[in-house]
């Protein structure tokens, strides 16, 4: 089920001007993950992006897929938890999957791709910029793809600004 996005009468451009801002909305479960949406605004409400996420049951995010507003992807990023739970790596690819970047959080630098991708337990979900963790069923190679899509079709649910009547 679905929950529909909440927007408030003064909104984010109105009570936080001046503040870049972001709204999140559910997009279906897979096993026990859940896609979210956030799409990221500029501080005048401007569409700057998508970023379709993949959320565990205590919401931290394994993968975030960026797109364009044109719904073109720019990047990704996955995080690499370490058996307490907290950040060990993050891993960023580009915008045809390609590993290029590992961050080795609890050192705050960069480390060896090879050594970060010995160290994570499902070595194709962090090899591949499009690959799914392998707990998950069977998807769509796509399914990123299908999500923003379907998000950036959806009516604007924030204003960008004021019309003479004082909504736009």
């Keep these: ?5 909440r927007l408030e009468l ?4 109105d009570t936080l001007p001046g503040v870049p801002f972001a709204v999140r909305r559910p997009a279906g479960r897979i096993g026990e ?6 799409r990221l605004y500029s501080e005048e409400g401007a569409l ?9 049951s205590a919401e931290r995010s394994w993968m975030g897929v960026d797109y364009s507003p044109e719904g073109d992807l720019t990047g990704t990023s996955k995080t690499a938890f370490d058996p307490s739970g907290a950040v060990r790596y993050v891993f ?3 915008d045809e999957g390609d590993l290029h970047d590992v961050c ?16 994570v337990e499902d070595l194709a979900f962090f090899a591949d ?5 392998i707990d998950l069923p069977p998807a769509e190679d796509d399914v990123t793809d299908q999500i923003a899509r379907h998000e950036l079709a ?3 649910p924030v204003p960008s600004g004021r019309d003479d009547e004082g909504l736009s």
């Design 1 to 5: 089920m679905t929950e529909p996005a």
């Design 10 to 13: 003064d909104g984010a451009v």
């Design 33 to 38: 993950f859940q896609w979210s949406v956030l």
């Design 48 to 56: 700057l992006g998508v970023t379709v996420q993949l959320l565990d």
């Design 92 to 94: 960023t690819y580009d």
């Design 104 to 119: 080795d959080v609890p050192r705050q630098s960069g480390a060896s791709i090879e050594d970060a991708l010995d160290q």
């Design 129 to 133: 910029g499009r690959a799914l963790p």
């Design 154 to 156: 959806q009516p604007e």
